[in-house]
């Protein structure tokens, strides 16, 4: 048959493209369909050997399982960074090692010269859209708003925090508090528990940097006798099942989606990295966002 090509300049024949992908970890719902979409598209059959790693959410872990591919000579490297800084020695030494590297999901303050491209969201947009939903919920009446926040240093919590302000600035809410729950379900139940015997119910308000943030929030929003999506109005990010029931159930009130289904324009890319071809150096995935009645008509075939 037609075997796949060994892209790095191999004599051709049937081998595997070899790519190491260094993921973040496996904190949320999120991750995991972004780990099984990457899985999936750089498959045997797809013409890929896989070197996987997850860096249970740390930075120096995540530079350590990279310098290991390089160590390895793999094909490319496919990254999603933890935090947008420290990247600039281990791209550089890649890059020496004549390595192409391909970022997905967040961003990194490397230069753009230190990695082939980039594919990911729009995270600033998300947070606005957050925002935007926040204001008009909020109406004359105003509201107390809290806010989990992602993983900190992460592109994806620093641009959603920098839209979501921006969104809500001038407006009637007012930001009680603000601290980071790492995009963990557990995070964000034991800040959102802190933040309850801090404010009480005079939070009405709260926003997730992520959908696993806000579950975790609802079980000390209930363990506090106080309704979630009534009592305060609730707002995340994501849209994976999950968090597309809470919404069904009217536990949530708005979701703004974040697609996680990366692989195959990865995959894509990293094959034209090394077969030498152009490729743009970022490309964003459009992103929807969803009321109740659009999670309660999505729910039965949503994928993820
Ligand atoms: O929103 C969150 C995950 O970087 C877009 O990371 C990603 C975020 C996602 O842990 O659930």
Not at 32 to 41: D, I
Not at 204 to 228: C, E, Q, S, T
């Amino acid at each position: 048959g037609c075997a796949p090509s060994g892209g790095s300049g191999a004599g051709g024949g049937d081998e595997l493209i070899t790519v190491g992908f260094a993921q973040t970890g496996s904190e949320s719902g999120w991750r995991a369909a972004n780990t099984e979409s990457m899985q999936e598209a750089f498959s045997e059959e797809n013409g890929f050997e896989l070197i996987f790693n997850a860096a249970d959410n740390k930075q120096e872990a995540q530079i350590a399982a990279v310098r290991s591919f390089i160590n390895q000579g793999v094909d490319a490297i496919v990254i999603a960074p933890i935090t947008v800084d420290g990247w600039d020695d281990v791209l550089k030494e890649a890059q020496d090692a004549g390595i192409p590297v391909i970022l997905e999901d967040r961003t990194v303050s490397a230069s753009e010269d230190l990695y082939a491209s980039w594919v990911g969201l729009d995270f600033e947009q998300e947070g606005r859209t957050a925002g935007e939903w926040a204001v008009e919920e909020a109406g004359d009446a105003g509201a107390n708003l809290v806010i989990l926040e992602g993983t900190t240093g992460s592109s994806a919590a620093l641009d959603r925090a920098t839209g979501f302000g921006e969104a809500i600035d001038g407006s009637s809410i007012n930001v009680l508090d603000s601290q980071t729950g790492d995009f963990t379900r557990d995070g964000g139940k034991k800040v959102m528990e802190g933040f309850l015997q801090k404010y009480g119910s005079e939070i009405n308000m709260l926003f997730a940097h992520n959908d696993d943030m806000g579950l975790g929030a609802l079980d000390a929003i209930k363990a506090a006798g106080l309704v979630p999506g009534q009592d305060i109005k609730i707002v995340t990010i994501d849209a994976v099942k999950d968090g597309m029931q809470a919404l069904a159930d009217g536990e949530f009130n708005f979701i703004v989606e974040c697609n996680p289904i990366l692989g195959p324009k990865v995959a894509e890319l990293v094959k034209k990295v090394l077969d030498g071809e152009e490729v743009p150096k970022s490309e964003i995935v459009p992103d929807g966002a969803f009321t109740q009645e659009d999670a309660i008509e999505l729910l039965p075939t949503r994928p993820y």
